[in-house]
């Protein structure tokens, strides 16, 4: 088994009035943004859709494992769904 890595997660404010972040993850660089009608430019995912796309990637992950435990098969679709216009 792999030990899993820790990789630092560092957020940078992308300027010009804007409510737009560069996130950065090890190599992974993706934008945040809240959506037009609170201000942003719907320029990527809002903090708060990230948040709800790990904890429903968490609960497919974890799934497959007990399923596996159990010697049987499982298919995993999750929708997590929230007040996703509800960004203050």
């Known amino acids: 088994m792999i030990a899993p890595r820790n990789r630092a997660v560092i957020v940078d404010e992308i300027g010009g009035g804007s409510h737009a972040e560069l996130v950065t ?41 007990s399923q596996t435990l159990q010697r049987s098969s499982v298919v995993v679709s999750l929708l997590v769904e929230g007040p996703l216009s509800a960004d203050p």
Do not use: F, I, Q, W
């Open 25 to 65: 993850v090890g190599h992974h660089v993706m934008r945040a943004d809240k959506n037009e009608a609170v201000g942003g430019r719907d320029t990527g995912p809002s903090p708060y859709e990230y948040l709800m796309a790990g904890l429903g990637a968490c609960t497919a992950d974890r799934c497959p494992v």
